[in-house]
């Protein structure tokens, strides 16, 4: 059973927007944080966002601030990223990843601290 399945991407032009999804086969609360990630060609993978199932704490790397909004609803096992403004940039293969380890200010952007992750889905942003 693939525990967490990505949905939503697509092409889009410079300025727009997309909201990804993300189902979690069991219930996404029991894991400590739940983020996004993105990787494009040639590139590491990178955090973009990370909320913390407890407090519903919100962290983003800096490129994407203002324009990006993660979310999560517990009753539908469901993570969200909302893509506003999009830019060249930030088209990548987007993966959402889940935690079962408690989350630290110093790795919440860590991939390799992320033991639960979707297949991806591919974000393009013409200009």
């Known amino acids: 059973q693939v525990p967490l399945v990505e949905s939503g991407g697509g092409s889009v032009q410079a300025g727009g927007s997309l909201r990804l999804s993300c189902a979690a086969s069991?219930?996404?609360?029991?894991?400590?944080?739940n983020g996004w990630f993105r990787q494009a060609p040639g590139k590491d993978r990178e955090g973009v966002a990370v909320i913390y199932t407890g407090g519903r704490s919100t962290y983003y790397r800096d490129s994407v601030k203002g324009r990006f909004t993660i979310s999560q609803d517990n009753a539908k096992n469901t993570l969200y990223l909302q893509m506003d403004s999009l830019k060249p940039d930030d088209t990548a293969m987007y993966y959402c990843?889940?935690?079962?380890?408690?989350?630290?200010?110093?790795?919440?952007?860590?991939?390799?601290?992320?033991?639960?992750w979707g297949q991806g889905t591919q974000v393009t942003v013409s200009s």
């Open positions: 069991g219930y996404i609360g029991s894991y400590y944080c």
């Open positions: 990843a889940a935690r079962t380890r408690p989350c630290g200010a110093a790795t919440r952007f860590a991939s390799y601290e992320y033991d639960r």
